[in-house]
């Protein structure tokens, strides 16, 4: 069975190997067994599905809450091939036609369906007519009463599985226990069914959080690095949602703004255009994202903190769905940790449900404050452990941290010997001892805190005072606006049992000048481009997103690469059969273009011997791109490696690390084979 999934996955997705927990699904659900799968977003759970159905007699409906996703799918499975429709309001008569006469043939694999559709008499009726055998449901959180997406339809699903007795197959992103136990309860009526929980982890995105200076400058520096990139700054208001969009569009970015107050026509323009469009950014609140499906967003930024350590995992989780990298960049500030706390406290919620965001909250704050690496972090609080991940910015470089103790025990006893009343500004001026007229007119300046504080300056209090909101030592008085107060957690260091580390000021100074970021080296980066245009056009006269042609991983890989032949096309990943043939030759050209203007690291080389030497370092590479046997994971190296190769000659393994910096793996893969050609003539 796994064989025969196998060539699917290659021949009609054009993948060469599934994606972590993909198989034992794929096998669950095509064996017929119920399943709920949870796995991240971009994890891959739409082939857990769309393989089975194709592995299976008879029809898969699919059922899903957005109705743009469900289109995008379907265009997605014809371009390779697979038979799909979808019904749903947003089809014109045509559509709905075409979609049954291919049911009445028998033809079709996939049926996508709204849930709304369940409602109606003739649902049950058609389902059973048309041989139903598998009722996969994506989003199944949406089945939770107490969850942000809930729809009411969602609760006909498991009548519908009883009626036509056939397994189901449960997808989410959302792993908390309790929507968990609820997914159980509604759609197989609590018949535990085969559990999949995959690992949260996203080793592709990039994190880095900033501690907010000037916000906009900062965004504005990010998107600058990343220009031409598709994106999006997520903000806590609509009108700063709108100034961000103008201030990008001014720094020449394409930029448009989004949220909840905006026309339904206007979102849903922003929407489409989004999934169509190269390199589109969308300055937007939390309204917009569900029903976003573009697996090629290269970074999210956040202007202001999410309310949750649940909603940033889910936010920067809708950057690199594809796999390439992808970065992120969360900004936050005193106030932000202010305005998300009286947030909750003024909320109606019970008093334990305030608590739990209080937590909820704490756990980002503390990912915010993190000392180490923030994947480490991240993935710990989702119950995974890991080693540090080298793709953070506290991976990148470290932080200056420091003793915080005695500072924290200064700013505690402050705190309580003016009785919780005040806020940051004036605590600080009591421990730097400054004399304003607040402090002598309530005789602060004779408390013997005063002036204890004076080894720090005041932004580093500031500083202090940040990190201990953070690290929920003190918390803003919901009935007092501004002031501090207290906490038990803070009630240890205060009595000397505990200490803490703080952070040096997180505060960058202004970065002169963007580095800009790009997917491949400088080489390539031309052929890239001319790649990306190709596809554009004929994205354009498909009237598809750019990325039911090749998804940007697929035209990085072509990219480095470069094949030659439509063989060697077919080995890049993402290039399925119906892909091949439609799509194979014309990219084939595009490259050509490029190998008859010969590659610029090697034009720098022409009419020398290295020339010689780097044409075979190519070929070498070329045949172990794959590994000896030709199923390994795909590596490269850059042009410049071997131009620096040809022009170095290192003798040994040990000179060819140090020369070229290449990682391990590459070593071993390509080393021994590069060391001979550099040793012979
Ligand atoms: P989600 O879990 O969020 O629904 P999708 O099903 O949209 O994720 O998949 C995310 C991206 O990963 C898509 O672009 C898809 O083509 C790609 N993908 C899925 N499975 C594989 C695989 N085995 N190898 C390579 N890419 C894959
Ligand atoms: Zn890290």
């Not at 917009?288 to 903190?305: S, T």
Request: net charge neutral.
């Amino acid at each position: 069975m796994m064989t025969r999934a196998e060539d699917l996955l290659s021949s009609v997705f054009g993948f060469s190997a599934f994606r972590p927990g993909q198989a034992e699904i794929v096998s669950a659900v095509a064996g017929g067994r119920n399943t709920l799968a949870i796995m991240p977003t971009g994890g891959g759970k739409s082939l857990c599905f769309q393989l089975p159905a194709l592995l299976r007699d008879g029809v898969t409906v699919v059922i899903s809450p957005l109705i743009a996703l469900m289109r995008d799918q379907v265009r997605a499975l014809r371009e390779a091939g697979v038979e799909a429709g979808a019904l749903t309001s947003g089809n014109t008569e045509e559509e709905t036609e075409a979609v049954f006469s291919a049911l009445e043939e028998g033809r079709l694999k996939l049926l996508y369906m709204a849930p709304e559709r369940l409602a109606s008499g003739g649902t049950l009726t058609l389902l059973r007519r048309i041989g139903t055998r598998l009722i996969a449901v994506d989003e199944a959180h949406c089945v939770s009463q107490w969850g942000h997406d809930f729809r009411p339809d969602y609760l006909r699903i498991g009548e519908l599985r009883r009626a036509l007795g056939v397994p189901l197959a449960a997808f989410t992103a959302t792993a908390d226990e309790e929507t968990r136990s609820e997914i159980v309860t509604r759609l197989f009526d609590g018949a535990a069914p085969e559990t999949f929980l995959r690992g949260f982890d996203r080793p592709n995105i990039h994190l880095a959080f900033e501690v907010k200076d000037q916000p906009r400058r900062q965004i504005l520096a990010f998107a600058a690095a990343r220009k031409g990139q598709s994106g999006i700054v997520y903000a806590g208001t609509r009108a700063k949602t709108e100034t961000l969009a103008a201030a990008l569009r001014e720094a020449g970015h394409t930029a448009c703004h989004y949220h909840a107050g905006m026309d339904p026509d206007d979102r849903r323009e922003v929407e489409t255009r989004f999934q169509r469009e190269d390199g589109l950014i969308v300055t937007a609140t939390v309204a917009f994202g569900m029903g976003i499906d573009k697996p090629d967003i290269r970074w999210v930024a956040h202007a202001d903190l999410p309310k949750s350590i649940e909603a940033y995992y889910q936010e920067i989780g809708r950057a690199g769905r594809d796999g390439a990298p992808a970065e992120t960049l969360t900004l936050y500030g005193p106030e932000d940790i202010r305005y998300r706390r009286s947030q909750i406290d003024e909320g109606l919620a019970p008093h334990d449900r305030k608590a739990a965001d209080h937590a909820r909250l704490n756990a980002l704050l503390g990912l915010a404050e993190a000392t180490a690496c923030r994947r480490q972090r991240l993935l710990g609080y989702f119950g995974e452990t890991a080693d540090p991940c080298g793709n953070c910015d506290l991976c990148d470089s470290a932080p200056e941290l420091f003793d915080g103790t005695e500072a924290v025990r200064k700013a505690l006893s402050a705190i309580l010997r003016t009785g919780e009343s005040f806020g940051a500004g004036h605590l600080i001026d009591i421990l730097t001892g400054s004399q304003t007229e607040k402090v002598r007119e309530r005789g602060h300046d004779g408390l013997p805190t005063f002036g204890v504080g004076r080894d720090l300056p005041k932004a580093e209090w500031q500083a202090v005072f940040r990190q201990m909101m953070g690290h929920d030592l003190i918390r803003p008085d919901p009935e007092r606006h501004g002031a501090f107060c207290m906490t038990e957690a803070a009630r240890p260091i205060l009595r000397g049992e505990a200490g803490i580390t703080l952070r040096r000021d997180t505060i960058r100074k202004a970065v002169a000048r963007p580095v800009v970021r790009t997917l491949v080296s400088d080489e390539d980066a031309p052929l890239l481009s001319a790649l990306k245009a190709k596809r554009r056009a004929l994205a354009e006269a498909a009237r598809v997103p750019a990325y039911v042609i090749f998804p940007d991983r697929t035209l990085i890989e072509m990219a480095e690469t470069r094949p030659g032949t439509l063989d060697a096309m077919a080995r890049v990943s993402g290039v399925g059969a119906k892909k091949l043939e439609s799509y194979g030759a014309a990219f084939l050209d595009v490259i050509a273009g490029a190998a008859e203007e010969m590659h610029p690291a090697r034009r720098r080389l022409a009419g020398r011997p290295e020339g010689t030497v780097f044409d075979r370092l190519m070929q070498a590479q070329a045949d172990l791109a794959r590994g000896e046997d030709g199923t390994g994971k795909y590596l490269s190296c850059t042009h410049s490696t071997l131009r620096r190769l040809a022009e170095t000659r290192p003798r040994s393994l040990d000179d060819l690390e140090r020369i070229t910096g290449m990682s391990e793996q590459k070593i071993d893969r390509f080393g021994a084979a590069f060391l001979e050609i550099l040793a012979g003539g």
